[in-house]
T-cell receptor, first 116, second 114 residues
Framework: KAGVTQTPRYLIKTRGQQVTLSCSPI?????VSWYQQTPGQGLQFLFE???????NKGNFPGRFSGRQFSNSRSEMNVSTLELGDSALYLC???????????????FGSGTRLTVV | GENVEQHPSTLSVQEGDSAVIKCTYS??????FPWYKQELGKRPQLIID?????GEKKDQRIAVTLNKTAKHFSLHITETQPEDSAVYFC?????????????FGSGTRLSIRP
């Protein structure tokens, strides 16, 4: 079956612009989480969506936002881009157990964003 | 807030020797502990996970141990091979009934010397 698909793979933007990244989860996975990966900072949690609702949010400024559609596809938006936003943005999908919590993530290949 | 600390940040071992990576977590409500391997230029991939009702789990050359009292868990790789070279991330999940997120450690870059 198809894995987690992220588009675009690479993106170059100018400071002050805004950007939208897309993530299509594995079929049947309804939970989508977003992470920012930078050298030396590891994987920083941005937010998680389930059933079109944001369920958790990390410690990122309000310039970072997201949404999830009825087909579980998710988008992440970053407004007023800063140089420090340059990173690999990874999305991960998972199933949810009936008793709560999720199974392990399956990550997409990521979108590498460069802000110049 | 939730925090996962991972040590060491870099590890170099001779091929055939064992490697151990250690993590501690802060939230006692954490109940799911996955480990991910990320090879250069690739996505993180789940290699093994353990739940809080289990103390140890093995999968061929890989094993994970969990000490809930100490809030400590470790990854053990035996008979290391060149293909084990990668960055390894530990993680902990705080999973209340209606939501969950996975918090990752800062990663360990493992190098296998031939």
């Amino acid at each position: 079956k198809a894995g987690v698909t992220q588009t675009p793979r690479y993106l170059i933007k100018t400071r002050g612009q805004q950007v939208t990244l897309s993530c299509s989860p594995i079929s049947g996975h309804r939970s989508v989480s977003w992470y920012q990966q930078t050298p030396g900072q590891g994987l920083q949690f941005l937010f998680e969506y389930f059933s079109e609702t944001q369920r958790n949010k990390g410690n990122f400024p309000g310039r970072f936002s997201g949404r999830q559609f009825s087909n579980s596809r998710s988008e992440m938006n970053v407004s007023t881009l800063e140089l420090g936003d340059s990173a690999l943005y990874l999305c991960a999908s998972s199933r949810r157990r009936q008793t709560g919590g999720t199974y392990g993530y399956t990550f997409g290949s990521g979108t590498r964003l460069t802000v110049v | 807030g939730e925090n996962v600390e991972q040590h060491p940040s870099t590890l170099s071992v001779q091929e055939g020797d064992s490697a151990v990576i250690k993590c501690t977590y802060s939230d006692s409500a954490s109940n799911y502990f996955p480990w991910y391997k990320q090879e250069l230029g690739k996505r993180p991939q789940l290699i093994i996970d353990i739940r809080s009702n289990v103390g140890e789990k093995k999968d061929q050359r890989i094993a994970v141990t969990l000490n809930k009292t100490a809030k400590h868990f470790s990854l053990h790789i035996t008979e290391t091979q060149p293909e084990d070279s990668a960055v390894y991330f530990c993680a902990a999940s705080t999973a209340p009934s209606s939501a969950s997120k996975i918090i990752f450690g800062s990663g360990t870059r493992l190098s296998i010397r031939p």
